[in-house]
């Protein structure tokens, strides 16, 4: 029997149109915030528990609108959204210096991929958990004090202050009708950088410049 030409055509063409259409369906436009992001359907279904899956099936109870792009609408910061869709597409998260971790964080429990989630925390909790000593730095004062004052005073510090260095600069300060030995007792604390340093007084600075030199 003699093949008909006209069919063979009908048939390729029916073929060629099936073959096109589920091309274009694989690939799916987002709206999101009024910004357009086009990716494609194996992306948006890789966490079948995510918002993304829900619509890629077109859940009833998922209300998403179409805009006349036929792009899914949805109501978030596109800002967030760059890191949320290039995690699904090659599984690393990429953050951009501006941006905060908690901002993206928000967005992907929105989403609901749970890897991203877990993974963002992570990231918070080791940031948060970085040394505080970078921080900090060590502030060093030098009092002055006469011998009969030494004991109270060590004995007397607060706020974080501890005893490092003990300087005898020498008795030549007379008090009343007797003389007492000059001290420069050494302390330090740690404390944040943000705070100003109490700088030790001009009578503090000779005396210790003194302490040195003996």
Known sequence: MA????MNGIANNIVSEKWVGSRK?????????????????T????????????????????????????AFMIDRDPTYFSPILNFLRHSKLVIDKNLAEEGILEEAEFYNITELIQLI??????RDEVPQKESRKQVYRVLQCHEDELTQMVSTMS??????????VGSQYSY???????????VSR?????ER???????AKVLQQKGLRM
């Open 197 to 203: 340093e109490t700088e030790p007084t001009d009578r």
């Open 25 to 41: 369906s694989e690939w799916i436009r987002l709206n999101v915030g009024g910004h357009h992001f086009l990716t494609t359907r």
């Open 3 to 6: 093949e008909c030409p006209e």
């Open 159 to 168: 706020d974080g202050w501890k005893f490092e260095q003990l300087i005898n």
């Open 43 to 70: 992306t948006l279904c890789r966490d079948p528990k995510s918002f993304f899956f829900r619509l890629c099936q077109e859940d009833n109870n998922l209300a998403s609108d179409k805009d006349e792009t036929g």
């Open 121 to 126: 925390r992570d990231k918070i909790r080791l």
């Open 190 to 194: 740690e404390c944040d950088k943000r």
């Open 176 to 186: 009343g009708n007797e003389d007492h030995s000059e001290f420069l007792c050494v």
